[in-house]
């Protein structure tokens, strides 16, 4: 594997239903993508050009290659670096509402045990800087930084909430910018990816059990396995967002979505309304 036998990237957003998009598109067999996100370029950039090389092992000849990373958008020194490799690469980016991205990258990680159920503390906007929830929605800087490398026919910008209601649309649309036969449009994933409404072990359960994550992990992907977390499983209980947290947000954001609105040639002006709730393919 070779620089130029990379034909594209997904770099972002994340909670933007990137990974619904990559396994749609690794449905085609004529298209090969590495199942983990690398994060070459924003976390891995240490292990070199050679290790990254080689996470594309499974390409077979004629395929269309590519990778998903979403951390590629929002680390700032990402786009250099990708455009030190890869300077001929599509780039395909998926936006979402920065408020109801916020909220669904906090669930996340309030999901694995990571944040616990002070949720103004996380998207608190009086912050000296942003963390890593409300930076992650600053989209017209991060898109531009590209734009700065790459001529804008290299890249695609689509949005989640279009995805959402026109998923076999979005897929054409990314398929006709990557080259790929129209005639043989897969169908998108049925299945949501990372259905926030799924069973899952409880957060503070998780923690008292990762201990244990190196005696159990043999026995994944096992019915003995399955058949203990579905009896150990049950509905989250997510903090809600408060009404006034939202239009906190709102706030913060209404700059920036401006500027993003003009940088794409789009009225944005949706994202910001006071209302909103969680979607399918959260």
Same mark, same amino acid.
């Not at 076999?168 to 994933?189: C, G, I």
């Not at 072990?201 to 396995?225: A, D, E, I, Y």
């Given at each position: 594997?070779?620089?130029?036998?990379?034909?594209?990237?997904?770099?972002?957003?994340?909670?933007? &239903?990137?990974?619904?998009?990559?396994?749609? $598109? !690794? +449905?085609?067999? #004529?298209?090969?993508?590495? @199942?983990?996100? =690398?994060?070459?370029?924003?976390?891995?950039?240490?292990?070199?050009?050679?290790?990254?090389?080689?996470?594309?092992?499974?390409?077979?000849?004629?395929?269309?290659?590519?990778?998903?990373?979403?951390?590629?958008?929002?680390?700032?020194?990402?786009?250099?670096?990708?455009?030190?490799?890869?300077?001929?690469?599509?780039?395909?980016?998926?936006?979402?509402?920065?408020?109801?991205?916020?909220?669904?990258?906090?669930?996340?990680?309030?999901?694995?045990?990571?944040?616990?159920?002070?949720?103004?503390?996380?998207?608190?906007?009086?912050?000296?800087?942003?963390?890593?929830?409300? &930076?992650?929605?600053?989209?017209?800087?991060? $898109? !531009? +930084?590209?734009? #700065?490398?790459?001529?804008? @026919?290299?890249? =695609?910008?689509?949005?989640?909430?279009?995805?959402?209601?026109?998923?076999?649309?979005?897929?054409?649309?990314?398929?006709?910018?990557?080259?790929?036969?129209?005639?043989?449009?897969?169908?998108?994933?049925?299945?949501?990816?990372?259905?926030?409404?799924?069973?899952?072990?409880?957060?503070?359960?998780?923690?008292?059990?990762?201990?244990?994550?190196?005696?159990?992990?043999?026995?994944?992907?096992?019915?003995?396995?399955?058949?203990?977390?579905?009896?150990?499983?049950?509905?989250?209980?997510?903090?809600?967002?408060?009404?006034?947290?939202?239009?906190?947000?709102?706030?913060?954001?209404?700059?920036?979505?401006?500027?993003?609105?003009?940088?794409?040639?789009?009225?944005?002006?949706?994202?910001?309304?006071?209302?909103?709730?969680?979607?399918?393919?959260?």
């Amino acid at each position: 594997m070779q620089a130029e036998d990379i034909d594209f990237l997904i770099i972002g957003a994340a909670k933007c &239903a990137t990974t619904w998009l990559q396994q749609s $598109l !690794q +449905a085609d067999p #004529d298209v090969s993508m590495p @199942d983990p996100e =690398l994060h070459y370029f924003s976390r891995h950039y240490d292990r070199g050009d050679d290790w990254y090389f080689r996470q594309f092992h499974k390409t077979r000849p004629g395929q269309l290659v590519g990778e998903k990373s979403n951390s590629y958008l929002d680390t700032p020194s990402a786009p250099q670096r990708v455009h030190r490799l890869l300077p001929h690469v599509r780039l395909i980016v998926q936006l979402r509402n920065p408020v109801e991205r916020a909220y669904s990258d906090y669930c996340m990680l309030f999901r694995r045990g990571e944040v616990d159920r002070d949720i103004e503390s996380y998207l608190d906007v009086g912050r000296d800087s942003p963390g890593r929830f409300l &930076a992650g929605g600053l989209y017209s800087a991060q $898109l !531009q +930084a590209y734009l #700065d490398l790459y001529p804008k @026919d290299r890249l =695609l910008v689509l949005f989640f909430e279009e995805t959402v209601a026109r998923p076999v649309e979005q897929l054409s649309k990314v398929r006709t910018f990557l080259n790929l036969p129209e005639s043989d449009v897969a169908l998108p994933v049925a299945k949501k990816v990372k259905d926030r409404s799924e069973a899952m072990v409880g957060p503070q359960l998780r923690n008292m059990m990762k201990p244990l994550k190196p005696l159990v992990r043999p026995f994944r992907n096992t019915s003995l396995f399955e058949a203990a977390r579905g009896a150990l499983a049950g509905k989250i209980a997510y903090p809600p967002f408060p009404p006034r947290l939202r239009s906190r947000l709102v706030d913060f954001y209404a700059a920036d979505v401006e500027q993003l609105g003009t940088l794409v040639q789009r009225d944005l002006s949706g994202w910001l309304v006071q209302t909103g709730g969680s979607t399918s393919l959260d």
